[in-house]
């Protein structure tokens, strides 16, 4: 029972409820850099590492001038600044006469950043707006022009491989599209927010005649150093920059608790100094009235005790002498204990009552020297 109330005593004592309440204010201070460290590193591979490709469809825009065209939004995921990309042109085409028959024809490119009105504005009805027209009114940031050709098949091997998968071909005619990829940039870059392109306008210079079944847009980054490391080594690097951005906040948190301590200190200080000489001048001058009161007795006793043993001493080396004779010096001293006495009963009982024992003890060394003096 003793151990059990002497454990509940240590557990709730004051220095262990401190102790308490710092391991709390410590474990949660941690973990809540912790969490903002972890928040950090993620906004930070959000806004740092770029995405390895982008791809944006591409709408073509018939029968509304000389070449189909189409207009495609670079709003998500935005390309990042200071960042390389290749720009290429995805064409799904059917193997059909007219393509065949088309031979080389042109692909072009125009980065722009739109306005405030954007190419919505430009729109009449079902018609769009030429892409010159488009293009007049934007701010044009980069533009290329490449050629492109519908890859030539021999017509033997063309007719074999019908024959062989002719059910295939039934069941799936789509499979007859071929896939053209037409390289338009190689390692563009953008430095600043006002030189980031918005939309991307891609034109078919083939006329109205060419038949295309998809066209995509894609920008494909090329990844090189930290941001090459951070894309492919995601975990690892994850941790690596929450542990260092987690160590930085501690550190910033100790340098600004001691950079705050070393300021309240001094004041702190300057008050206690002051409170223990109050409290010093206070007991200063409240000290003589109690030790006054408290040690005179003592004093005094201590006092009458040496001179009572300094007479004591006086008496064991007085020579033979100086002893008085009967006659003369037996009859003071009676007349001197008569007048002790007299003064004792006539004075003031008070007085009496409060006297130290310095008479009782005077008076009986006085009758004992009497008696000493009367016997020799």
Known sequence: MDTLEETARLMTSKSARRAAVNIVLLVSSVATLLTLASMATAMFFQNFVPDQFITTPVFLQYQSGVNPYGIAQLAYPPPKLHQDYDV???????????????????????????????????????????????????????QSRRPALMPYEDPILSAVKRVLFLGYYVLFPGAQARSMTIQLAERISFDKVAAKPTTAVVEIEAGQHIQIYETALTLTAQLRGLRWLMFHYRLLTYTVFTILFWVCEILFMCLAWAVWTMAVTPTSSTVKSSDVSDAEDDDYFDRPAKSGSLTQPKQATVKKELHLKS?????????????????????????????????????????????????GEGGESLRRRASRNVMG
């Not at 031979?103 to 769009?128: A, C, D, I, P, Q």
């Open 311 to 359: 007479e004591d001493s006086d008496e064991q080396e007085t020579p033979i002498s100086d002893i008085p004779t009967v006659g003369t010096e037996a009859g003071d001293e009676e007349e001197f204990v008569e007048k002790e006495q007299d003064d004792d009963f006539g004075g003031d009982k008070r007085v009496a009552r409060t006297a130290t024992s310095y008479k």
């Open 88 to 142: 290429s042109v995805q064409l799904s085409m059917p193997r059909s006469p007219s393509n065949k028959e088309q031979g080389n024809f042109m692909v072009s490119l125009y980065l722009v950043r739109e306005g405030v009105k954007g190419h919505r504005v430009l729109t009449n009805g079902r018609r769009m707006a030429s892409v010159q027209q488009y293009l007049d009114g934007e701010t044009v940031l980069f």
